[in-house]
């Protein structure tokens, strides 16, 4: 069965640097998202993407994260300059199509820490 | 707004007894409702969704949930709780432009 992938799995930086989490979506879908899920708490969502542009992103998502699909298989989440509470596992998830049926499937997470 | 509320943070039950997570909802329109199991270093898996048709809806590894409008509730059922079946589990609703919004998550533990 197809799934979404993500790497690394795991990644520390020191507070300041950029890191670039890495996501595989399902080779088919159209519409690629990431999440966020601080430790101990509810999943949220960052952003929306859809025909190489944003569709929607939330308060969270400001301008230090970016998002690319540089090629036709990947899309990357940019934090320009980490600060310690993005720290958090980051979620990739996609859709085939956005009708109200549609579920996301996600990705294994990346979790970052950042000291 | 969207919103989902998982109000228990943990529930405990024993292997070969049904277990019950609760979600209840908040929507503007038609609810579309999800629920999505993690286990232990891993992402969120689907487990089942209600669009629209029969309040009962059956999902992977023998779950099952059931939709009350009235109640605006859609709680995660199971007849017969395996050990297997612990991890965290998310009820998620479906907001505009198809973001989800999750709940807090519940940690169900089956006991052997």
């Known amino acids: 069965e197809p799934e979404v992938t993500q790497t690394p799995s795991h990644q520390v930086t020191q507070m300041g640097q950029e890191v670039i989490l890495r996501c595989v979506p399902i080779?088919?879908?159209?519409?690629f998202y990431w999440y966020r899920q601080i430790l101990g708490q509810k999943v949220e969502f960052l952003v929306s993407f859809y025909n190489n542009e944003i569709s929607e992103k939330s308060e969270i998502f400001d301008d230090q994260f970016s998002v690319e699909r540089p090629d036709g298989s990947n899309f990357t989440l940019k934090i320009r300059s980490t600060k310690l509470e993005d720290s958090a596992m980051y979620f990739c998830?996609?859709?085939?199509?956005?009708?109200?049926?549609?579920?996301?499937?996600f990705g294994p997470g990346t979790r970052l820490l950042v000291l | 707004a969207q919103s989902v509320a998982q109000p228990e943070d943990q529930v405990n039950v024993a292997e070969g007894n049904p277990l019950t997570v609760k979600c209840t909802y908040s929507?503007?329109?038609?609810?579309?409702l999800f629920w999505y199991v993690q286990y232990p270093n891993r992402g969120l898996q689907f487990l089942l969704k209600y669009i629209t048709g029969d309040n009962l809806v059956k999902g992977s590894y023998g779950f099952e949930a059931e939709f009350n409008k009235s109640q605006t509730s859609f709680h995660l059922k199971k007849p017969s709780a395996l050990v297997s079946d612990s991890a965290l589990y998310f009820c998620?609703?479906?907001?505009?432009?198809?973001?989800?919004?999750f709940g807090s998550g519940t940690k169900l533990n089956v006991k052997p």
């Open positions: 080779s088919n879908h159209l519409y």
């Open positions: 929507v503007s329109g038609n609810p579309y």
């Open positions: 998830a996609s859709t085939r199509q956005v009708p109200s049926q549609e579920t996301q499937y």
């Open positions: 998620a609703v479906r907001g505009n432009f198809n973001k989800f919004y």
